[in-house]
């Protein structure tokens, strides 16, 4: 394959998503859209330059940090999209095979478009544009077309009324061999009704000069453009009906998909069944056998073999679930490491933590992990029995095989096989509950008054 190079669009304002962040650096699928765009390119080997624009080093600072070896050029004035391309001059000039024009803002296209396009250029092609089908046409360029050719895109307002009954649409994206697109780009004008320099012009220009521009048709879902909340919210929809085919194709049961919310990075093996309103935040690996049961919430966490989680449970901040382990309703893990055949069944807190295998971790057990000031850590050894309502005030250390008395607060370390009761003794006061009632109900009438 000729070598690649990818020139991604990055400079528009989006004002029209009424926010002080970027258009682009709104997440899809919990990656940034810009991010989706450097990921498809770099499935190719692309090289990579982005175009942003004025005072927009948050956007430079998210593309360097997902590819550091991307060239970054400024449009300082939004002149239209071949003046964005002549930006990127440099990258251009020192391009020797295929260039991609790519748009930051459309984060869905496929690594099957990209290779379309490719393969029409390794096949002799000029350019290759990228045309698709929207339900309503409106707004958008069309392909004025003959035959598998491409002779010209006419923008909307540019267009005649006939013009405007094709559906063929224009996607923005276009390939071109390197030099075809330096014999074009500098003779681009701006003679339209917004009087900006459109790259789509550089099909008439050349066809004129006996070029071939093929095109071709791409799924209209994988194109929507990330311009304002509504297009967000689409292009999330879409991305979560992407992998949900992907992940169920993969060999997992989604007992009901449309409720199961992944990232884009999230890993699932064989066999494993997600239960209805299952959200999975970035950075989660979960290992084959798991059962995620319904309303848990996953985020930058490993889950191993076997593994039982919910419903109602919170995985986060770094936690890493051994084989087998099970975290039943309403159990948060953060930042924590739990081994093998652990059992933390209800109602607890496990933040901070090392807790070996076999071990069980009562119900309303808490580890005060916060002073209010820093984080410690609390270590719980292999077969371990915390009894319910344990507050274990870390940093603090339970040796293998301890018990630790239900109700206890553990403030200090606890040996081996030893015992822990850190609870005020029982003390009962015969017919005293009759006063404490008849105490409550003068003061509930005194407020009645």
Not at 140 to 167: F, M, N, P, W
């Amino acid at each position: 394959m000729a070598e690649l190079l990818s020139i991604i669009l990055a400079a528009g304002e989006g004002t029209r998503m009424k926010s002080a962040l970027p258009k682009v650096l709104h997440p899809v699928g919990g990656l940034p859209v810009v991010s989706h765009v450097l990921r498809t390119a770099q499935g190719f080997g692309s090289k990579v330059a982005v175009v942003v624009g004025p005072n927009h080093e948050a956007v430079e600072a998210a593309v360097t940090r997902f590819d550091p070896s991307c060239q970054i050029a400024r449009q300082e004035q939004r002149l239209g999209t071949a003046h964005a391309v002549q930006q990127a001059r440099a990258a251009l000039e020192a391009a020797s095979g295929h260039v991609l024009v790519l748009y930051a803002d459309t984060p869905l296209v496929t690594a099957r478009t990209i290779g379309n396009i490719v393969s029409k250029l390794d096949d002799g092609a000029d350019m290759v544009v990228v045309g698709f089908r929207p339900g309503n046409p409106t707004g958008y360029g069309r392909l004025l077309t003959e035959g598998s050719q491409v002779r010209a895109i006419r923008e909307h307002k540019d267009a005649t009324d006939a013009e405007r009954q094709i559906g063929l649409c224009n996607s923005g994206i276009i390939g071109f061999r390197s030099d075809a697109l330096r014999g074009v780009i500098d003779r681009i004008g701006n003679e339209n009704a917004k009087g900006e320099y459109y790259l789509t012009d550089a099909v008439e220009l050349a066809t004129g000069d006996g070029q071939r521009v093929d095109f071709i048709e791409a799924d209209a879902a994988e194109l929507v453009g990330v311009d304002n909340r509504e297009k967000l919210a689409e292009a999330e929809a879409t991305f979560q009906q992407f992998k949900r085919k992907e992940i169920m194709a993969a060999g997992v049961t989604l007992r009901d998909p449309n409720s199961v919310w992944f990232s884009w990075d999230t890993e699932i093996g064989r066999d494993v069944t997600i239960f209805p309103n299952v959200v999975f935040g970035p950075g989660v690996k979960i290992a084959d056998n798991v059962e995620i049961r319904a309303f848990c919430d996953v985020e930058d966490a490993v889950i191993g073999e076997g593994a039982s989680i919910g419903p109602f449970a919170r995985i986060r901040g770094g936690a890493e679930l051994g084989p087998n382990v099970h975290l039943g309703n309403f159990v948060e893990v953060k930042k924590s490491k739990i081994g093998a055949g652990t059992k933390a069944g209800h109602l607890s807190y496990l933040g901070d933590a090392e807790i070996g295998a076999k071990t069980n971790i009562g119900a309303g057990t808490i580890t005060c992990n916060y002073d209010g000031v820093n984080k410690d850590r609390t270590i719980i050894g292999d077969n371990v029995f915390i009894g319910s309502n344990a507050s274990l005030v870390a940093p603090v250390s339970i040796g293998d095989g301890a018990y630790t008395a239900s109700g206890s607060v553990i403030t200090e370390d606890v040996p081996a096989d030893a015992l822990a009761l850190g609870r005020a003794r029982q003390e009962n006061k015969p017919g005293y509950a009759p006063k404490l009632k008849q105490r409550a109900l003068a003061k509930k009438a005194a407020k009645g008054k």
